[in-house]
């Protein structure tokens, strides 16, 4: 067990969990971020341009006074594509705690690495991530959220709604309305050192603010679930093409991090 008694019931009851362990060492954030700096530079090209996004404010057209690294919202499925962002995914200091939380079969859905730029990182609205991921079945994914810089609330860091998980899934037309309700707790920053972590439930409500420090923020989601889970598959073909990173359809396994493939799931 990685977790104790007290940090299950906590995550259990709370939805969430700063962990107390550094996961990352200071020479492998610094490998990361380097690994990142290049390829949003271009030196490196194995993550296909579909996976990069760019803050909104940059989609339509070229700002040749601004860095790239200044304009980069996210960058999506490292893990599949990249070695060193893979072995984070792999990491026993990670899946022992997601072991802890989900059991022993485990899949990586997808990965985001969150790069909130400087000056520029702007907000990301309260979500549950499970919803936003209708083609599961059960709903239930349990995400680590691992700081490459420090974040705080200047910055951008987490912040949650402790137990809301506890109320399912919420669509997203009755979002507000049920963020509104005083029955929910106040929502609660998460600041995290560079090399920690925490971990939030897939029901979790949870945003992070903008960016406007000359800091910046990166941080990778890894989002998880059990091999046993059901896949339904994505019709639209461009939605289909990111979550299945861009292979043929009826190609792509989902990546197993630990235990066994569960056949007919994911
Ligand atoms: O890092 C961020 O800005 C957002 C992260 C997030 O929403 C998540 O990990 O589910």
């Known amino acids: 067990m990685a977790l104790s008694a007290e940090q299950k019931a906590f995550f259990q009851e709370y939805g ?88 022993t079969n485990i899949k990586l859905y997808t990965d985001q690495l969150m790069m909130k730029p400087r000056f520029n990182g702007t907000v990301t609205d309260w979500h549950q991530d499970s919803v936003a991921w209708p083609m ?14 420090d974040a705080t609330v200047d910055n951008g860091c987490m912040t949650v709604i402790p137990g809301s998980h506890q109320w399912g899934p919420i669509s997203r037309e009755y979002r507000d309305v049920f963020l509104a309700n005083p029955l929910l707790a106040q929502p609660t920053p998460v600041e995290i050192k560079a090399g920690y972590c925490m971990f939030h439930h897939g029901l979790n409500f949870h945003r992070t603010g903008a960016n406007s420090t000359a800091s910046r923020r990166r941080g990778l989601a890894l989002h998880y679930i059990r091999a046993e889970t059901m896949y339904m598959g994505v019709a639209d073909e461009e939605a289909r093409l990111l979550t299945e990173c861009e292979k043929p359809r009826g190609e792509f396994r989902f990546m197993l991090i630990r235990g066994q493939e569960c056949p007919g799931r994911v």
């Open 136 to 149: 599961f079945a059960p709903q239930e994914h349990v995400s680590c959220w691992v700081a490459l810089d």
């Open 16 to 103: 969430y969990l700063k962990y107390d362990k550094r996961v990352l060492s200071e020479n492998e954030i610094t490998a990361l971020q380097q690994r990142s700096e290049a390829i949003v530079a271009g030196r490196l090209n194995h993550l296909p341009p579909r996976f990069i996004q760019l803050e909104a404010k940059f989609r339509n057209g070229d700002d040749p006074n601004t860095e790239m690294l200044d304009k980069v919202r996210k960058m999506t499925q490292l893990c599949y594509f990249d070695d060193l962002f893979g072995a984070v995914a792999k990491k026993a200091a990670i899946v022992d705690v997601i072991e802890d939380l989900i059991g």
